[in-house]
């Protein structure tokens, strides 16, 4: 059972509304993910975080912003959420690369519909 | 062109069958290679993970690389019911910057049918 956690696990908004998308991880990890997921699509890679105030954006341009306070906590935010923001979202952790494979760990996802 | 290709499929076959799932990619920095497995509305799970060419074998997974087609399979014997999922070929380059990430294939599709 992966100890990485994504709520809400579906949500369906109006256009124009914020929304929080929440991952929480208890294994200490200090890399943290957040991917994008399309159906036939591969996963896009929108922000990522090496540890507590580094915050980077990724491959996929977005409009979202994330934050990453404390080492367990990486949430995901939408301003003003349109219909072209509805999509998978996966959030990932991985303690390092020391190993060189940078094996993630993924939540189960948080499906967001924009109407 | 994408930097990894994969077959989405969907694939179907008998339970009992040997499945082969493949990639091919363009980028001859990559040098680690994963398979993840995604049930439905669930996230990716790491199944198999190579460094360089050749292959690794666990249970009835085998995942091959061949560096020099730019080639990695993932083959499942004696495929199950419970095998029926996406797979999702993942890779990437060395540890410095942008190499790090991950690069992911579009995942097939697999129902092994009872």
């Known amino acids: 059972e992966a100890d990485i956690y994504q709520t809400p696990r579906y949500l369906v908004i109006g256009t124009g509304k914020k929304i929080t998308l929440e991952c929480s991880q208890t294994?200490?990890?200090?890399?943290m993910y957040w991917y994008q997921q399309d159906p036939g699509m591969e996963l896009h890679l929108i922000h990522y975080s090496y540890g507590v105030n580094s915050t980077e954006k990724g491959d996929l341009s977005s409009e979202s912003t994330v934050s990453r306070i404390r080492t367990e906590h990486f949430p995901l935010t939408l301003e003003s959420a349109r219909p072209s923001h509805t999509s998978q979202y996966l959030c990932a952790s991985t303690q390092g690369d020391l190993s060189g494979a940078n094996v993630l760990t993924f939540g189960a996802g948080s499906r967001l519909t924009v109407l | 062109q994408k930097e990894v290709e994969q077959d989405p499929g969907p694939l179907s076959v008998p339970e009992g069958a040997i499945v082969s799932l493949n990639c091919t990619y363009s980028?001859?920095?990559?040098?680690?290679f994963m398979w993840y497995r995604q049930y439905s509305r669930k996230g990716p799970e790491l199944l198999m993970y190579?460094?360089?060419?050749g292959n690794k074998e666990d249970g009835r997974f085998t995942a091959q690389v061949d560096k020099s087609s730019k080639y990695i399979s993932l083959f499942i014997r004696d495929s199950q019911p419970s095998d029926s999922a996406t797979y999702l070929c993942a890779m990437r380059g060395g540890l410095s910057g942008s190499a790090r990430q991950l690069t992911f294939g579009s995942g097939t599709q697999l129902t092994v049918l009872p």
């Open positions: 980028n001859s920095a990559f040098q680690y």
């Open positions: 294994m200490g990890h200090d890399k």
């Open positions: 190579t460094y360089s060419s």
